[in-house]
């Protein structure tokens, strides 16, 4: 498929074929070895355990002779509708790094994001903690006025070298948030209404190279001032594209590395707007291509501000030629499908990079979306609205994780964004990160099937979605709409949400169970934010060292016993 793509840009080919080594590679990760067994014989978990709270950085020079910290990569994208992947069968979507990463190690069926826009989403995922507990759910705003930890400022308290690339988009007035958190922070965009949509860095970057005016990933320069959703091909090349540059800079990054661990997030701005993926990734998809099947779906069943979407995306202005609504959502689906193929191909440079220099087999390696999108599914643009929807709650989750996770693992249990950050700390043998809500997936990702969750929730300040079992249940406040709006599916009789169950007479029981679990859970799970910092000179309450069982239950096990006498 890929054999008469041009060269220019990189070798297409090595990183979309299938390998030897790579097959082989397979093979070698079916005999895994159970987590305690690996940590034990790779030393990681002897390293944990002589980590000092006084002294964080002894435990990386200190590591065994012999030993080996694993490195972490999380590859992020920005808005990649979990079904749009070769891997879940999609019958359009070309990913063929992310079907040789799924089949490699274990991908996650039922995983979840906590906010369906960037920033909140972003900070949870870094943060591990619920939205209602770190308190952001707009775009932007400023940094968290006390010092919340990320799993970056985590790992960099144990000798980790940390960095984030590409589009970072966490609360940055007056400086971001991570900037301390992280030993490079490089970020392509600057979060403006209008522009320079760039960072100064980016920005100069092309300019160098004398295509700032080609740039065309947050806008398009022939049409300044205009809405930017639609669909064409770039006028840049995939090499000095925002996720061509990103993955420039991880690689410069993890190379300057030396035989220090890092954790490093590769930050895919794409196939987040403008679609405009470079020619060679457009052109692997027909201009007559099908739409998506539920463009035309009957949306009356549907809360009210889900129907003025569908409208909307019927009014839209299209700014190129044929402007009719089909040509126009045709492009969208073209250049999104083209987008998550780029996205794919950044994965396969950065997959590459650690195969070639053996890095891969001392690497986890987690693919993810900071939440999904609609771009036509269900007849609504873009992510609007929300959190009515799989297609932008449900978000791709594949982890490969040497020793650990089988190869081709499918694991149908529900794990939330939030759950990345105490699980990349438990995997590389680090303390536990006191702040996070989320839950160590490590059984799980090695094959276990004990679920860590009930169930999984994606919040809005005002309506909250619920995932339990077969059923996807949102919550509006009554003050809402005005009336008693609210959306209950069973996704396993009715995965296309054709049928809102909310007001059915033989559903009630259901519902009424449903907004009891949502309630009892955001009871349960909402944290104070007096619990931390603790005091001055304290960075760490659970210690290896100091012997006493009670300090090492971390805040949220102390709360539920009672210990922590703010209650
Ligand atoms: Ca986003």
Redesign the pocket.
């Known amino acids: 498929m890929y054999s008469g793509m041009p060269q220019a840009h990189g070798n297409l080919e090595t990183i979309f074929g299938e390998r030897e080594e790579l097959r082989k590679e397979r093979s070698v990760m079916k005999n895994r070895m159970a987590r305690r067994e690996f940590l034990q014989r790779s030393g990681i978990g002897t390293a944990a355990a002589a980590f000092s709270v006084g002294n964080p950085l002894r435990a990386a020079d200190e590591a065994a002779p012999g030993s080996r910290r694993l490195n972490v990569v999380h590859v992020i994208a ?2 990649h509708q979990a079904a749009c992947t070769g891997y879940e069968g999609h019958p359009q979507a070309i990913t063929p790094n992310l079907n040789r990463l799924a089949a490699s190690g274990t991908r996650f069926t039922r995983a979840y994001t906590q906010n369906p ?2 920033t909140p ?1 972003r900070t949870s995922i870094l943060s591990g903690q619920y939205c209602h507990n770190h308190g952001y759910f707009g775009l932007n705003g400023p940094a968290p006025p006390y010092n919340l930890p990320s799993f970056f400022s985590h790992f960099r308290a144990y000798g980790y070298r940390t960095a984030a690339f590409g589009k970072i ?1 966490t609360p940055d007035q007056p400086r971001n948030w991570l900037a301390d958190h992280c030993d490079s922070l490089g970020d392509c965009y600057a979060y403006q209404s209008k522009p320079p949509y760039l960072s100064e860095e980016y920005a100069r970057y092309l300019a160098q190279r004398g295509l700032l005016e080609k740039e065309d990933s947050a806008a398009l320069p022939e049409f300044p001032g205009a809405q930017q959703h639609e669909g064409r091909p770039s006028l840049l090349p995939y090499e000095h594209s925002v996720e061509g540059w990103t993955v420039q800079k991880a690689i410069q990054f993890m190379d300057s590395s030396g035989n220090r661990p890092f954790c490093v997030q590769v930050s895919l701005p794409r196939p ?1 707007e403008c679609y405009t993926p470079d020619q060679r990734f457009w052109d692997m998809y027909p201009d007559d291509l099908s739409l998506p099947a539920t463009l035309y779906n009957d949306a009356s069943h549907r809360p009210p501000h889900f129907q003025r979407m569908v409208q909307s995306l019927k009014k839209m202005k299209w700014l190129i030629e044929p402007k009719t609504f089909e040509a126009g959502c045709r492009r969208v689906w073209h250049g999104y499908l083209g987008c998550i193929t780029q996205v794919d191909y950044a994965l396969g440079q950065v997959m590459e990079y650690l195969e070639k220099t053996g890095k891969a087999d001392h690497t986890v390696l987690i693919y993810g979306s ?2 999904g999108a609609y771009e036509g599914t269900f007849g609504v643009p873009e992510k609007a609205p929300g959190i009515c929807s799989e297609a932008v709650c449900r978000v791709p989750s594949i982890w490969r994780v040497p020793g650990i996770t089988p190869a081709g693992h499918v694991c149908h249990e529900f794990m939330e964004n939030i759950d990345i950050a105490p699980t990349i700390a438990a995997l590389c043998g680090l303390p536990a990160m006191e702040t996070t809500d989320g839950k160590d997936l490590s059984d799980l990702l090695a094959g276990g099937n004990q679920p860590v969750r009930e169930v999984a929730v994606t919040e809005n300040p005002w309506s909250k979605a619920l995932r339990w079992g077969p059923w996807r249940f949102v919550h509006y406040p009554m003050e809402m709409f005005g009336s008693d709006v609210g959306e209950l599916y069973d996704l396993e009789k009715d995965p296309l949400e054709t049928q809102n169950l909310y007001h059915d007479s033989a559903h009630q029981d259901t519902v009424h169970q449903c907004r009891r679990r949502l309630f009892e859970w955001l009871a349960r799970t909402t944290r104070f934010a007096t619990a931390w910092p603790p005091p001055a000179g304290k960075e760490f309450s659970a210690t290896v060292e100091d012997g006493k069982e009670t300090n090492k239950l971390g805040v949220e096990e102390r709360l539920r016993r009672g210990q922590l006498n703010y209650i």
């Open positions: 920005d808005q826009i960037c989403s988009h987040h900071d939440h």
